[in-house]
């Protein structure tokens, strides 16, 4: 019965360190978006928009709830921009619109969460959005590492790992485990 034990805390403390390293793997890796019409959900991290036309492109900001609000914040400070509201309750809309240059411009979503950003250009687009903001990702490694950290010391206690004891003593070792054994 002891080695039930053992291997359920074990499996505990593994499926413990995989859902760590998903969360960063999933945090971290960022989603490519590219093509004429570009449609997807910002939510706290960077969007680096790429805009390969000679002329601006319009993108559009929507998101729907009587609580909805939000503010878009950009490289360029010009083209920071509040939502404005129409209709009211549960069916109400929040929208914006930026004007994005040609070239490379940074969008953050300051304040709200979940707006869909949706932008046409007759030329290629291309979006990369970060799932999470550099603080919210520095947040989750730690945290990732500190369960992943405990999962591997929970398994070494669990399997009785001899390394334990001579972290207790400090790395010291006796006069009697120095001498060859006859």
Not at 18 to 31: E, F, H, L
Not at 44 to 66: I, L, Y
Not at 91 to 110: C, K, R
Not at 128 to 144: C, G, M, N
Request: cysteine-free.
């Amino acid at each position: 019965m002891k080695n039930a034990n053992v291997i359920a805390r074990v499996v505990v403390a593994l499926a413990v360190i995989v859902g760590a390293a998903y969360w960063i793997i999933n945090s971290v890796r960022t989603q490519t978006y590219a093509g004429t019409e570009l449609e997807f959900t910002m939510s706290g991290g960077d969007v680096v928009m790429k805009n390969a036309a000679s002329g601006p492109v319009m993108a559009q900001f929507e998101t729907r709830g009587s609580s909805a609000s939000f503010t878009i914040t950009s490289d360029n400070p010009k083209q920071t921009v509040r939502s404005a509201r129409s209709g009211s309750g549960a069916n109400s809309v929040n929208t914006a619109e930026i004007e994005l240059p040609p070239g490379e411009t940074t969008l953050q979503l300051a304040r709200g969460s979940n707006v869909k950003l949706t932008a046409q250009s007759e030329e290629h687009l291309e979006a990369k959005v970060a799932p999470v903001s550099a603080s919210t990702l520095r947040l989750i490694l730690i945290v990732s590492g500190v369960l992943i950290l405990g999962g591997l010391y929970f398994i070494s206690a669990a399997l009785e790992h001899p390394w334990k004891s001579w972290l207790r003593a400090g790395g010291k070792t006796s006069a009697a485990e120095k001498r060859p054994s006859m």
